[in-house]
Nanobody, 118 residues
C-alpha cells in the first residue's frame, strides 16, 4: 500500500493551494482519510479528517479556510487550502486507515512541503 501526496509548494500569504493524495495497492476498504502537518520541533497535528460517509473534522486553525474532500471510488483525498498564513508552513502528510492484506492499519504518505511567505 502506498500513499502518494502532491500539490505542495510555495505561496504568498492569502493565497491558495490544493493538496491531493492517492492510496494505491491491494486495498479492500478505506475508512478515515486525513491530513496532518508537522513543523520542526513540534508534534504532528491533525489538520482535517474525513470519514467514508463524508463526515469531517477540522482543527480550529483550519476551520473556515480549509476544505477536505474524498473520492471513494479512487481512494483519494484532497485538501483545499485558502487564505493561507505563514503559520500554515509545514510538511503535510496524508493518512489513511484502511483494510489491506487481511488487517486494518493506518498508513502515512511521505509528506509534501507547504511554504507560505509573508
Amino acid at each position: 500500500v502506498q500513499l502518494q501526496a502532491s500539490g505542495g509548494g510555495t505561496v504568498q500569504a492569502g493565497g491558495s493551494l490544493r493538496l491531493s493524495c492517492a492510496a494505491s495497492g491491494s486495498i479492500r476498504s478505506v475508512t478515515i482519510l486525513g491530513w496532518y502537518r508537522q513543523t520542526p520541533g513540534k508534534q504532528r497535528e491533525m489538520v482535517a479528517v474525513i470519514s467514508s460517509g463524508g463526515g469531517t473534522n477540522y482543527a480550529d486553525s483550519a476551520k473556515g479556510r480549509f476544505t477536505i474532500s474524498r473520492d471513494n471510488d479512487k481512494n483519494t483525498v484532497s485538501l483545499q487550502m485558502n487564505s493561507l498564513k505563514p503559520e500554515d508552513t509545514a510538511v503535510y502528510y496524508c493518512n489513511a486507515h484502511l483494510y489491506a492484506f487481511g488487517e486494518w492499519k493506518t498508513y502515512w504518505g511521505l509528506g509534501t512541503l507547504v511554504t507560505v511567505s509573508s
